[in-house]
């Protein structure tokens, strides 16, 4: 099973700052990695996939880059409705999809 | 707009069935692959497993001997079961919708059903 290390586990940003969120495979999922984003009390939301491609309806300002083992998330002007959990999730080397433990983004 | 709505019982007591019922609407249920996610109380999330409208299904190994999952594409529904559940089996369970690109990641989840084991 590929574990998936997401750090940090809370993140503390100001309002319009640049976040960067680190994923970690623990064997190379090439670029088979999705981003999501989840606020309390709701479902998760696909940000990205194939490690950079944006899904339908998310902005711009979301952008993801890494292949292999390595993977980053990152927001470029943090706005109110960014602060969240969000999750990285490979499904490169299944059964089982396997997901990362999470980093908060909280205000600061 | 698609949908996806968790429904079923919020407490399951020990060693007995869990069952719950995902309905998809705004969509087609046919030519998508359909998962079962759970997370435990602050836990991450556990990839239970996918069937397909056709009904080939792939479970996470470890769930695999006690998991079931069936489709009704008449009703637009699918179905998860979990046997013999222990208090392990505590959490909220979404259902998701696999892209159609790739369907291994999740384009449009439901809301989440909270389960309760507990006597």
């Known amino acids: 099973e590929i574990v998936m290390t997401q750090s940090p586990a809370t993140l503390s ?11 970690r495979a623990s064997q190379s999922v090439s670029s088979n990695l999705a981003w999501y984003q989840q606020k309390p009390g709701q479902a998760p939301r696909l940000l990205l ?10 902005p711009a300002r979301f952008s993801g880059s ?25 499904y490169n080397d299944w059964p089982p999809l396997t997901f990362g433990g999470g980093t908060k983004v909280e205000i600061k | ?9 919020g407490v399951v007591k020990p060693s007995e069935t869990l069952s719950l019922t995902c309905t998809v609407s705004g969509g087609p249920l046919t030519s998508y692959y359909w998962s079962w996610i759970r997370q435990p109380p602050g836990k991450r999330l556990e990839w239970i497993g996918y069937i397909y409208y056709r ?8 769930l695999k001997s ?10 637009k529904e699918f179905s998860l079961r979990l046997s013999s559940v222990t208090a392990a089996d505590t959490a909220v369970y979404y259902c998701a919708r696999g892209a ?9 989840w439901g809301q989440g059903s909270l389960v309760t084991v507990s006597s």
């Not at chain 1, 940003?13 to 994923?23: A, D, E, M």
């Not at chain 2, 707009?1 to 019982?9: A, D, F, K, N, T």
Request: aromatic content about 10%; glycine content about 10%; proline content about 6%.
């Open chain 1, 49 to 58: 996939y194939g490690a950079s491609t944006r899904a339908t309806g998310i």
């Open chain 1, 66 to 90: 890494g292949s292999g083992t390595e993977f980053t998330l990152t927001i470029s002007s943090l706005q109110s409705e960014d602060f969240a959990v969000y999750y990285c999730q490979q």
């Open chain 2, 66 to 75: 006690r998991v079931t999952m069936s489709v009704d594409t008449s009703k």
């Open chain 2, 55 to 62: 009904g080939s299904t792939n479970y996470n190994p470890p």
């Open chain 2, 100 to 108: 159609a690109e790739a369907p291994l990641y999740f384009d449009h």
């Open chain 2, 1 to 9: 707009q698609v949908q996806l709505q968790e429904s079923g019982p």
């Open chain 1, 13 to 23: 940003v100001s309002p319009g700052g640049r976040v960067t969120l680190s994923c």
